[in-house]
């Protein structure tokens, strides 16, 4: 899939890996989430748990055994 900003990679790794919004964003109480999180690192982090992670039956993340 080929995405074009932040919000898609967001959605992605809420639906198909569990993660919340918040974490990708800003909240009151930590301002600098939305600075870490560039569209690239975040990209990135998707392609990472995709190439590195297995997801099983029960949503549980485990490293591949590769």
Known sequence: MRFENKGQV??????KWGMT????YNSPSNK???KF?????????????ERDYIK?????????LK
Do not use: D
Not at 56 to 64: A, D, Q
């Open 56 to 64: 099983t039956e029960h949503g549980i993340m485990h490293k591949s």
């Open 32 to 34: 600098q989430r939305e």
């Open 10 to 15: 967001v959605n992605e790794l809420v639906s």
């Open 21 to 24: 919004k918040s974490s990708f």
């Open 37 to 49: 999180w560039t569209f690239n690192r975040t990209l990135q982090y998707l392609y990472k748990l």
